[in-house]
Nanobody, 125 residues
């Protein structure tokens, strides 16, 4: 049973930083894609960042490029999203997801097979 558990969300002022974590349980694939997505109230889900586990290549949405960094710790089976220079428009529920069929990092959410429960990020101006 694959389970993804996010943590690290919270409230921060604009310009601040947060680091999200996603612990992965029960996933036995050696190469796969993981991503971070977000959804604000009344808006569609948006892909934020993706990483190909096993190769390390990454892909970012233009809206977060240069501010967010996605990374992995294989020993801990944990995915991270370091978020710097946060803006009020970054406020959303953030989800991590895993795609065992992908060969490249992708922000296409319909390709992902497993999802976490989400962690809330709120950025005040």
């Amino acid at each position: 049973q694959v389970q993804l558990v996010e943590s690290g969300g919270g409230s921060v002022q604009a310009g601040g930083s947060l680091r999200l974590s996603c612990a992965v349980y029960g996933y036995t694939y050696s190469s796969y894609c993981m991503g971070w997505f977000r959804q604000a109230p009344g808006k569609e889900r948006e892909g934020v960042a993706s990483i190909y586990i096993g190769g390390g290549s990454t892909y970012y949405a233009d809206s977060v490029k240069g501010r967010f960094t996605i990374s992995q710790d294989n020993a801990k089976n944990t995915l991270y999203l370091q978020m710097n220079s946060l803006k009020p428009e970054d406020t959303a529920m953030y989800y991590c997801a895993a795609d065992y069929a992908a060969l490249l990092p992708t922000l296409h959410s319909d390709e992902y097979n497993y999802w976490g429960q989400g962690t809330q990020v709120t950025v005040s101006s």
